[in-house]
């Protein structure tokens, strides 16, 4: 039998809690008074707009600048604009690491491929080269050992063990390559779970 930990607990709990909210206050027959909750609920987390949006690195990401060596050697360009954020669609914020560790997270299909598994990694640089943003990124390396994932009973529950280890190379990824941020959590001094906060 399988017994899940403290932490485990809590994200399964706060996961299908959260679901089972939204669909609840989705529904046609819900009252009017929780409607009227649930609108005014949205706008008090909405945030500001993009245009009310004023960001400290918002300046700076104008300037052109020679790249670190490692984007370099990724790029094969010397020069560009470094960018600490970036609004992607749905006025999702990108962040690199050194920015917001949260919105740096992201899962990322490689090469722009969906018919594999989308990967996570957490991003390093945010680019462009002309007018062209990009992603250079260390993506998470699969979970080493023999044993098995204990989220893969749930098949609702899309979780993930990877390693806490960053491959030490930079990946280039496109901005329509990205699914979802992810959360990360410390799982062992091993090993994280990795669980998307996809918006479908």
Same mark, same amino acid.
């Given at each position: 039998?399988?017994?899940?930990? &403290? ?6 709990? /706060?996961? /299908? ?54 984007? &370099?050697?990724?790029? &094969?360009?010397? #020069? ?12 999702? /914020? ?10 740096? =997270? ?8 969906? !018919?594999? !598994? %989308? ?5 390093? %640089? ?13 993506? #998470? ?7 098995? !994932? ?25 901005? !329509? ?17 990795? =669980? ?5």
């Amino acid at each position: 039998m399988l017994c899940l930990g &403290q932490l485990e607990s809590t994200i399964l709990q /706060t996961f /299908t809690r959260g679901t089972s909210l939204r669909r609840w206050l989705g529904r046609p027959e819900t009252h009017s008074a929780l409607r009227e909750c649930k609108e005014l609920f949205e706008k008090i987390f909405k945030g500001k707009s993009e245009q009310e949006f004023i960001h400290p690195h918002q300046e700076s990401n104008k300037r052109e600048t020679r790249f670190p060596f490692n984007l &370099q050697l990724a790029t &094969q360009h010397s #020069h560009g604009t470094l960018h600490g954020w970036h609004h992607g669609a749905y006025k999702v /914020t990108y962040s690199r690491a050194s920015t917001h560790l949260g919105n740096s =997270l992201i899962l990322f299909y490689p090469r722009g491929n969906r !018919d594999v !598994d %989308y990967v996570p990694a957490s991003i390093k %640089y945010i680019f462009s080269v002309g007018s062209k943003v990009q992603f250079a990124a260390h993506r #998470h390396l699969e979970a080493a050992g023999d044993f098995v !994932d204990p989220f893969s009973i749930y098949p609702h529950f899309p979780a993930k063990l990877y390693s806490t280890i960053l491959k030490e190379n930079l990946e280039i990824i496109e901005v !329509d390559w990205v699914f979802s941020h992810f959360a990360r959590y410390n799982f062992t001094s091993d090993l994280v779970v990795v =669980l998307p906060l996809s918006r479908e």
